[in-house]
């Protein structure tokens, strides 16, 4: 190893205690962020703006460290007392149960503008307007768990790989809550639970070590559950914007259709209006929810939907067949770009980058709607629009996820 890697090297575990006073902000992630005694910036899990906290240090690193509160000394009036009892026991689903639900968003608009500030030096105040909030209780229809010894789903502890076998989940709808309460999948890696809320269906998802005997044992689940194998073509139904999705066990979808219909509908007013025979694209499109909804309500309209993922894909052949659409399989940096009024982008975290931004702009479209899970890739994503002649006219956030740091978007762009 060079001695510049030598350098880097981190050094963790238990550093000891530090006392330290936060911030006006957080940073992307949801930690509290602080100053040490050597002047190093600390991030701090578990702290919130303007308090005084007693930190223990987990990481140490040359120009920054990480650690978790210990105790708190001035605690924020947005300090509440988590209301789920499983987060004491270490359960990371929800990391910002501390926060008062309604001092959630602020936190999260901080993370938006500093993002947008630090890396595409934007100031974002007037652009971000009102965020669209989602109820907190039984919102998620779909989880990805761990297996604990016995073969009960479990929540991972944050942060670490530990396992945390958590009954009563606050976020879940009460159907997948049930399943998690009953369900069980001995020698299995990893489950993925997931309900249709619409159709009705469950689904059980077991990934075992890979093994020539094969799994041990197959899980056992209540009657009405379908135990999904690799590449099993179950599906389940959602209702969103007045279309009912099909959505297939390995598609991806919303938190659940409460968070699927406030996105939509956010893109769909953001879209603007469209004349007959003008051209939608909807880039990485799923199971054509987003595009779908937007081109149902505008007669006429053609659309295009792009998408990779080959479950995905089937789905929105059979999701978008009565409006006429075009499904084109493949990647979306190496799609051949067709002319377009409007695109619609939902890309992963890695946002869209130079590949999708290309695309975008080979549209020559006059507006994109860009719905992002990420604000430094979002930041990213506007300094290179930018530079293509897009201007940012709007920004909201869409608070998908509830009691958590995760911040979704939807930025509005024209071009000349």
């Avoid at 605690?75 to 990371?92: F, H, I, L, T």
């Avoid at 934007?122 to 761990?146: C, E, K, M, W």
């Amino acid at each position: 190893m060079s001695p510049r890697g030598r350098a880097r090297r981190r050094r963790s575990g238990p550093l000891g205690r530090v006392e330290v006073a936060l911030g006006a902000g957080v940073a992307a992630g949801g930690d509290g962020i602080g100053r040490l005694p050597d002047g190093r910036v600390v991030f701090v899990e578990g702290g919130l703006p303007g308090e005084r906290v007693a930190v223990e240090l987990a990481e140490s690193h040359k120009d920054y460290a990480k650690g978790r509160v210990a105790a708190v000394m001035d605690a924020s009036p947005d300090r509440v007392d988590p209301p789920c009892p499983w987060v004491e026991r270490g359960c990371g689903g929800c990391g910002w149960q501390h926060a008062r639900p309604d001092s959630q968003i602020p936190m999260k608009e901080h993370v938006v503008r500093d993002a947008l500030g630090r890396i595409a030096h934007l100031d974002a105040g007037g652009l971000l307007g009102p965020a669209v909030p989602l109820p907190f209780g039984g919102y998620r229809t779909s989880v990805h768990l761990g297996v604990d010894e016995s073969g009960r789903p479990a929540y991972r502890m944050r942060h670490r790989h530990d396992l945390v076998a958590v009954q009563g989940c606050k976020v879940v709808h009460p159907r997948l809550g049930e399943l998690i309460d009953r369900v069980r999948a001995p020698g299995a890696d990893r489950l993925t639970l997931r309900v249709g809320v619409a159709g009705g269906e469950r689904l059980v998802m077991p990934e075992y070590p890979r093994s020539p005997e094969g799994p041990q044992r197959a899980p056992s689940a209540p009657a009405d559950a379908l135990i999904v194998g690799e590449g099993g073509d179950e599906a389940f139904h959602e209702e969103v914007g007045g279309r009912r999705w099909r959505v297939s066990a390995g598609s991806f979808f919303q938190s659940g259709p409460a968070g699927a219909e406030a996105l939509s509908a956010l893109v769909d007013e953001a879209s603007g209006p469209m004349a007959p025979g003008e051209h939608l694209v909807d880039l990485y499109a799923g199971v054509g929810m987003l595009g779908g909804v937007v081109a149902s309500r505008r007669p006429g309209v053609e659309l295009t939907a792009v998408e990779s993922d080959r479950s995905a894909v089937r789905d929105a052949e059979a999701n978008l067949a009565d409006l006429g659409a075009s499904v084109v399989a493949g990647e979306v940096g190496a799609w051949a770009a067709t002319p377009a009024e409007v695109v619609i982008a939902d890309p992963a975290r890695p946002g869209l980058g130079r590949p999708g931004v290309r695309s975008v702009l080979a549209t020559g479209c006059r507006r994109l709607v860009l719905v992002s899970c990420d604000p430094a890739s979002l930041a990213r994503d506007v300094s290179l629009l930018a530079a293509g002649g897009g201007a940012l006219r709007m920004l909201r956030i869409v608070d998908l996820f509830p009691q958590t740091p995760h911040i979704e978007t939807v930025a509005v762009f024209d071009f000349a």
